[in-house]
């Protein structure tokens, strides 16, 4: 039954899916030609000192797509759902409500940690290729809160779209905006080192309040 | 054999006001069932509050003898839910929503659905947000078939439909409702097809229920009685007798469950004078009308 | 699903009691900032009292401890070290103080601002750095055209190619084996730029606590070990390199000591901080012909230490001023908010939950929300755990858990199991 509801999921979001794909693909390719074309304009020992002196973040361009690949995954997963009331064909199928939606966010959390494996790695072999390797190990710390910050968003989308009162959708609204700008602070490489722990286990918090949206989808407008 | 739903004493409030109260009515295993109302009387909310996605202010709801807020997977994988406006996954096309739903349900039997799509005028890829109205509805009654469920619960099903589709719908229901012990469970505000095809029936009024019995006993007792009367500007209320009137110029329609004596009792004890006092046979839906108004 | 219902319903209070707790506080200074005032702290060695300058929105002040003001001028004429270049053009510059002559040279020479930030302290950059030739001949210094870093031994990574040279590598390794180096390093300070008079390289940190001093001369590696002990609990070193070639930097340790490392083979000169705390604390070291005066800033005050150039002390000042706690700003956010969370502080580039915490003022808030939580409760008859724990959130967390309470709602369980 999980493969059907994937098939469901999949079916629904493939293009979606290998859209945003592409997008992150080009943007971080975009950021190996942008990184290329400095060592061609400046002298290499000029821009390696350049970068770790006043800890230029040269793959900062993909915060923001990162965040938006999220986002935009849960809009186009939960619009079509919620459209109509169609979760309730969803929730009408014989399994466990709760099951059901732990098995959909699965599925998206599983397709943003692909893609933003597909970024770490491209963006890996980038920051070898030109830079000393202390420059690659700070950009896996200082992208990982982006990261987490995107599926937190995502799972906020779900939060807001499944929620039926509109007063409590606003509500959080406010709360997810709030929530989500926590992981993109900070200037300059890996100052989320000492507190990502606690940063992932927010982040597990925020992945359960989706259970109470779908409680209250339940118990309907009374 | 049991109840497939039991209802009691269901009573919801939108906010302040009141939807229904004190609901009523027990479904039996293999009969067809039809909640009947004017648009607005709260039949998608009993619906709802049957399926699991509303919660009753108070009252019992029992599907199958479990509590419908907390169905079990089995009990769902047992019960075929149409939703108003026949609404599916329109991102589909028939082929694909026909293999998500299979892996579902162990008694699914995909020749009811696929002979019904093969009536349809539809290629195999065609999404199903393509589809005109009828069309659409058509893929959801072959789903709900092909699922073989024991209680088909259609809300609105006429929704959107014109006369053909809404016969072939009551065609393929009749047909299925032959086989043993399975139960169907109609909401409607379009009556006339639905005469020789109900069972049983509850009426909903706003914020009342106007009468809970087998259609037999219904059309055997609800009557409509006509006569002319000399009183200009004749205004009737409705009272335990008269359960709704028509008057126009100096022709009166009355509707009741009382005997013609009763009546001509009452218009008497009222002082009103008539003349040409007969009962006028009505079809369901005429009787439809008659207990809930036309306005 | 009931019963995780009502754990998921307070985890998603404490979300909101999280967020609520950092932004609500954070838009109230927002609308509330108060004026930024600043004091500097001289000493004048003409009339050998301190003269303070006090800058606001409108501008500077300047005047003696007793109050009394000075003009520009006058500011000038007091404290003519820092001041040589404009006494000069107007002719005022004396020529001499306390029989020691004043020449401009000498006076340039001398004059030296230090300055370490706690945020400068707890900074962790890449340990990646240039090894720039401190003997060249040249006139200018130029970058090396690598980085070295000190892992399992010294790696000099060519920026050009990304690849390590090996025979650098391998030379200054040795070198520093030769000295006792013990790898990795823990830390390494410089001063990674050729915007300086001359070149002093390095101190380094070993992962024995050992302080070694490391630099280029001619292509040839050139590593000591200071002799300075390891068990000082060094924080930080603040290197710069001046022409007057006194100390090499200045160091920081954990229990809030200052020691200048000297040229005379790296021998340690106490400062005489003040109250020196280096995690909260902006220590300002302004050094001229005749004096060091150590500035320790704090949020509510300073404490100034004037020494002679023995390092002996001179003269001390220390001031209080209010800090935002006792504007009626400070009050109403201390009864109004138990706590405050932030994500960033200013005393470090880090990320992390900050908490700061009010007095038992804020109680008096907390209870009245308290009894009214109960209340409304109690009047939708629910049980004495459930109105037992929602109030016992609103107690501790105060307006924050009210707030969370209010975005809840519709606490209800099924029918009939109230």
């Known amino acids: 039954m999980f493969k059907s509801l994937v098939y469901k999921e999949w079916l629904k979001l493939r293009w979606i899916f290998v859209g945003l794909a592409i997008i992150n693909c080009l943007a971080v390719i975009n950021i190996y030609f942008d990184l290329a074309n400095t060592f061609k304009s400046f002298s290499a020992n000029v821009v390696v000192g350049q970068y770790q002196f006043y800890e230029v973040v040269y793959y900062s361009d993909i915060k923001y797509v990162v965040l938006l690949t999220g986002l935009i995954l849960g809009i186009f997963q939960f619009f079509p759902e919620m459209n109509q009331s169609r979760l309730k064909l969803t929730f009408h199928l014989p399994v466990n409500e709760s099951k059901l939606m732990f098995q959909m966010t699965s599925i998206i959390v599983i397709l943003l940690i692909s893609i933003f494996l597909v970024d770490t790695l491209i963006l890996s072999i980038v920051s070898l290729k030109f830079l000393p390797r202390e420059f690659f190990e700070n950009m896996l710390t200082t992208t990982l809160p982006w990261y987490i910050g995107s599926i937190c968003a995502y799972l906020w989308i779900v939060i807001i779209f499944i929620e039926p009162n509109w007063v409590k959708r606003i509500i959080s609204v406010l709360i997810a905006a709030g929530f989500v700008n926590l992981f993109y602070s900070g200037v300059g490489y890996s100052k989320y080192n000492p507190s990502i722990l606690f940063f992932v286990l927010v982040a597990i918090v925020c992945g359960t309040v989706y259970f109470l949206s779908a409680y209250n989808f339940k118990r309907g407008i009374c | ?295 | 699903m009931l019963k995780q219902i009502n754990v998921i319903r307070i985890l998603m209070m404490l979300i909101i009691i999280l967020i609520a707790s950092i932004y609500i506080p954070d838009i109230y200074w927002k609308i509330n900032k108060y004026e930024v005032k600043r004091t500097n702290v001289y000493f004048s060695p003409v009339s050998k009292k301190f003269i303070l300058t006090k800058s606001d929105v409108r501008g500077l002040a300047y005047s003696y401890l007793n109050g009394k003001t000075l003009s520009r001028d006058e500011f000038e004429e007091a404290i003519p070290f820092m001041n040589f270049r404009q006494l000069m053009i107007s002719g005022k510059l004396p020529d001499s103080i306390d029989n020691v002559q004043l020449v401009p040279k000498v006076i340039n020479l001398n004059n030296i601002m230090l300055r370490v930030t706690p945020i400068g302290i707890n900074s962790r950059p890449m340990q990646l750095y240039p090894l720039i030739e401190s003997a060249s001949g040249r006139a200018r210094l130029e970058m090396p055209p690598d980085y070295f870093r000190i892992s399992n031994r010294m790696e000099f990574v060519t920026s050009m190619t990304n690849e390590v040279n090996e025979e650098k590598s391998r030379l200054f390794t040795s070198a520093l084996q030769k000295e006792g180096f013990s790898f990795p390093s823990k830390f390494i300070y410089g001063n990674p730029t050729t915007k300086k008079p001359f070149d002093e390289g390095y101190f380094v940190i070993d992962s024995k606590n050992q302080v070694f001093h490391i630099k280029m001369v001619k292509g040839k590696p050139f590593c000591k070990n200071t002799g300075i002990p390891n068990d000082l609990g060094i924080v930080f070193i603040s290197t710069a390199e001046y022409e007057l070639r006194e100390f090499y930097a200045m160091v920081v340790t954990a229990n809030n000591e200052v020691y200048f490392i000297s040229y005379n083979n790296y021998k340690l000169i106490k400062l005489n901080v003040d109250n020196y705390n280096h995690q909260e604390d902006v220590l300002q070291v302004k050094c001229d012909l005749f004096y060091r005066i150590l500035v320790v800033n704090k949020e509510n005050g300073l404490n100034a230490v004037v020494v002679n150039r023995d390092y002996n002390i001179v003269d001390k000042y220390s001031e209080t001023r209010e800090g935002k706690e006792t504007k009626s700003a400070g009050i109403i956010a201390s009864y109004l908010f138990p706590f405050t969370i932030s994500i960033e502080k200013d005393t470090t580039p880090f990320i992390n939950f900050y908490f700061s915490f009010s007095d038992a003022r804020c109680l008096i808030i907390s209870f009245l929300l308290f009894l009214i939580t109960i209340i409304y409760f109690k009047r939708k008859n629910f049980s004495v755990k459930k109105i037992g724990y929602y109030s016992a959130i609103v107690l501790i967390t105060g307006i924050y858990g009210f707030i969370s309470i209010l975005a809840v709602k519709d606490f209800d369980d099924d029918p009939g199991t109230k």
């Open chain 2, 1 to 295: 054999m049991g109840n497939a739903v039991e209802i009691k004493d269901l009573t919801h409030y939108y906010g302040k006001k009141l939807v229904f109260e004190n609901l009523s009515f027990n479904i039996r295993e293999g009969s067809i069932f039809g909640l009947l109302g004017k648009n607005g009387t709260g039949k998608t909310t009993t619906i709802n509050i049957l399926n699991g996605f509303l919660r009753p202010k108070s009252g019992k709801c029992l599907m199958f003898g479990e509590d419908s807020y907390n169905l079990s997977p089995v009990t769902k994988s047992r019960v075929g839910f149409l939703i108003e406006g026949h609404i599916q996954y329109s991102y589909m096309n028939i082929k694909q929503i026909e293999k998500f739903y299979s892996a579902f349900y162990p008694r699914w039997k995909k020749e009811p659905y696929y002979e019904l799509m093969s009536k349809l005028a539809v290629t195999e890829n065609q999404h199903i947000s393509k589809m005109s109205c009828g069309q659409r509805s058509q893929v959801a009654l072959g789903l709900i078939l092909a699922q073989d469920p024991d209680l088909l619960i259609l809300d609105d099903y006429s929704m959107g439909l014109d006369a053909g589709y809404r016969r072939l719908f009551i065609d393929y229901l009749t047909e299925y409702a032959k086989a043993e012990n399975k139960t169907i469970f109609i909401t409607s505000h379009i009556i006339q097809d639905l005469e020789n095809f109900l069972d049983e029936c509850v009426i909903l009024d706003y914020r009342s229920v106007l009468c809970t019995m087998p259609i037999k006993e219904f059309l055997k007792t609800f009557k409509q009685f006509r006569f002319e009367t000399s009183v200009a500007d004749l205004k009737l209320g409705k009272d335990n007798v008269i359960k709704n009137s028509e008057i126009l110029k100096n022709k009166v329609a009355i509707y009741t469950f009382c005997e013609k004596a009763e009546v001509e009792n009452h218009l008497n004890s009222k002082g009103i004078k008539f003349t040409n006092l007969h009962q006028e046979p009505m079809s369901l839906e005429d009787a439809f009308i008659g207990i809930t108004g036309k306005y």
